[in-house]
Nanobody
Framework: QVQLVESGGGLVQAGGSLRLSCAAS??????MGWFRQAPGKEREFVAS????????YYAASVQGRFFISRDNAKNTVYLQMNSLKPDDTAVYYC???????????WGKGTLVTVSS
């Protein structure tokens, strides 16, 4: 059973940056990614990356501002978020899959608040 623990959320002004981290334990992961859920909205995909570091995908809304990376030695995935906007305010969830594109495990989330 893979466990995921996110960190790095917080309050930041519009235009600022934050880096989220997600540490996985209990097993290897194939694909890791980030999703987010804003108040009153459904959870949405943000970014994902394969274990090899290839196969990187971003939601159109974050393309060019957010960057995902992973350190397999630390079993950790990162999300560097730049040029943050108030619309980026959400709970950010880390997710991991053991094969294919499905996400099998989820973290509890970390809150990111962007003030205008």
């Amino acid at each position: 059973q893979v466990q995921l623990v996110e960190s790095g959320g917080g309050l930041v002004q519009a235009g600022g940056s934050l880096r989220l981290s997600c540490a996985a334990s209990g097993g290897n992961t194939y694909r890791m990614g980030w999703f987010r859920q804003a108040p009153g909205k459904e959870r949405e995909f943000v970014a994902s990356i394969r274990r090899s570091g290839t196969g990187i995908y971003y939601a159109a809304s974050v393309q060019g501002r957010f960057f995902i990376s992973r350190d397999n030695a630390k079993n950790t995935v990162y999300l560097q978020m730049n040029s943050l906007k108030p619309d980026d305010t959400a709970v950010y969830y880390c997710a991991a899959g053991i094969s294919g594109t499905a996400m099998d495990y989820w973290g509890k989330g970390t809150l990111v608040t962007v003030s205008s």
